[in-house]
C-alpha cells in the first residue's frame, strides 16, 4: 500500500512565515529568523507594532509609578523659638516615609516652660490614597506584563481572535 506522505510545511516558499518564524534553521537556533524569536517561540517583532510598544511603555510607566510612591520618604524641619534663647529648638527634623501615617509620627519640641518637652504628633493619615495608588500601579505592572507575554508568545492566535488585552 502506497502512502502519500504531505511535505513538511518549511519545504515550501514563504512557509516560515506561516508557522510564527519557525523553520528548519530557527529550531536548529540559526539563520535570519532566530533573531526575531525566543526560546519558548515569542517574536519579539510585536514589540515594534504599535499595539506591542504601548504595553511597554505601560509596563515602564507602571514600574515608576509605585517605585516612586513605595520608596518615597521626606523630611519636615522646624524650628521653635522661646522667649528664653536657651530652651529653644532652632534644627528640629522630623522623618515621614510611604504609607504617610503622619498621625504616627512625632517629635520634641521645646515647651518653653522650665525647659520641658512636648510631644507633638503630625496631622493627618494618608495611608490609603498612598496604598491604593501603589495597588493600582502593580496591578497595572502585572497586566501589563500578561497583555506583553501574550502578544509576544501567542501572537498568532490573538490575530486569529482578536478579543485579547
Not at 22 to 37: K, V, Y
Amino acid at each position: 500500500m502506497n502512502q502519500v506522505r504531505a511535505p513538511a510545511p518549511w519545504t515550501e516558499p514563504g512557509a516560515c512565515r506561516n508557522l510564527g518564524g519557525f523553520g528548519p534553521r530557527t529550531l536548529r537556533g540559526g539563520g535570519e529568523g532566530s533573531r526575531d524569536t525566543l526560546v519558548a517561540g515569542g517574536q519579539f517583532r510585536v514589540v515594534k507594532e504599535p499595539l506591542g510598544f504601548v504595553k511597554v511603555l505601560q509596563w515602564v510607566f507602571a514600574i515608576f509609578a509605585f517605585a516612586t510612591c513605595g520608596s518615597y520618604t521626606g523630611e519636615l524641619r522646624l524650628s521653635v523659638e522661646c522667649a528664653n534663647k536657651t530652651e529653644s529648638a532652632l534644627n528640629i527634623e522630623v522623618e515621614f516615609e510611604y504609607p504617610f501615617r503622619l498621625h504616627q509620627v512625632y517629635f520634641d519640641a521645646p515647651s518653653c516652660v522650665k525647659g520641658g518637652t512636648t510631644k507633638i504628633f503630625l496631622v493627618g493619615d494618608y495611608s490609603s490614597s498612598a496604598e491604593f495608588f501603589v495597588t493600582v500601579a502593580v496591578f497595572a505592572f502585572l497586566y501589563s506584563m500578561g497583555a506583553l507575554a501574550t502578544y509576544i508568545f501567542l501572537q498568532n492566535k490573538y490575530r486569529e481572535n482578536n478579543k485579547g488585552p
